[in-house]
């Protein structure tokens, strides 16, 4: 059963560096094909893909965010991390992970972790 | 970068009325790469639909989805009470990978 959780700070200052982590079981990393995404929500608003980082390390990025956006995975954890640097107001969303495998669909979400970005 | 534009914003129905979907895409692109999102508040993404056409594991087959090229669209045959939700595509055949922007399906 493949199940993902995402964990990190709720609330982040404008200008502050998120750090949010991907943590999940059901699959691994290493295997191949097998990718991990993050997704983001602002509130009342549309689904926005961010970042993918596949099992070889390949790592794709949403060109609108790519300067501020670093995903790493660690396979020992069965972790995925994602940084965002500069946090503003309008980054303020559900941020989603999601399990990928052969170049398909997001399959499998994780709950989504509601951060705030506010003085 | 591929931009899916869905319609309506809102679609007003009753139970057991048909919903009909539409998802269009900037540029045309592979079927195989489309797929359709049921969301609810509060919680995350379900997989519909995906190769445009094909019903993920355990969705009713009241829900169908067609469509090539820069046409796609979701049909939900008879409302049901628990299908008045947030429905979203995607296409996830080239980087960036992208959603349409949603159709809400409201009770009228």
């Known amino acids: 059963q493949i199940t993902l959780k995402e964990s990190g700070p709720t609330l982040v200052k404008p200008t502050q560096t998120l750090t949010l982590t991907c943590t999940f079981s059901?699959?691994?990393?290493?295997?191949?094909?097998?990718?991990v995404g993050w997704i983001r929500q602002p509130p009342g608003k549309a689904l926005e893909w961010l970042a993918l980082i596949y099992w070889d390390d390949d790592k794709r990025y949403s060109p609108s965010l790519k300067s501020r956006l670093t995903v790493t995975k660690d396979t020992s954890k069965n972790q995925v991390v994602l940084t965002m640097t500069n946090m503003d107001p309008v980054d303020t969303a559900t941020y989603y992970c999601a399990h990928r495998y052969n170049w398909n669909y997001f399959d499998y979400w994780g709950q989504g972790t509601l951060v705030t970005v506010s003085s | 970068e591929i931009v899916l534009t869905q319609s309506p914003g809102t679609l007003s129905l009753s139970p057991g009325e048909r919903a009909t979907l539409s998802c269009r895409a900037s540029?045309?692109?592979?079927?195989?790469?489309l797929a359709w999102y049921q969301q609810k508040p509060g919680q995350a993404p379900r997989l519909l639909i995906y190769?445009?056409?094909s019903r993920a594991t355990g969705i009713p087959d009241r829900f169908s989805g067609s469509g090539s090229g820069t046409d796609f669209t979701l049909t939900i045959s008879r409302l049901e009470p628990e299908d008045f939700a947030v429905y979203y595509c995607?296409?996830?055949?080239?980087?960036?990978?992208?959603f349409g922007g949603g159709t809400k399906v409201e009770i009228k």
């Open positions: 995607h296409q996830y055949g080239s980087s960036p990978f992208t």
């Open positions: 540029q045309s692109f592979s079927s195989s790469y």
């Open positions: 190769g445009a056409s």
């Open positions: 059901g699959f691994t990393l290493s295997t191949s094909g097998v990718g």
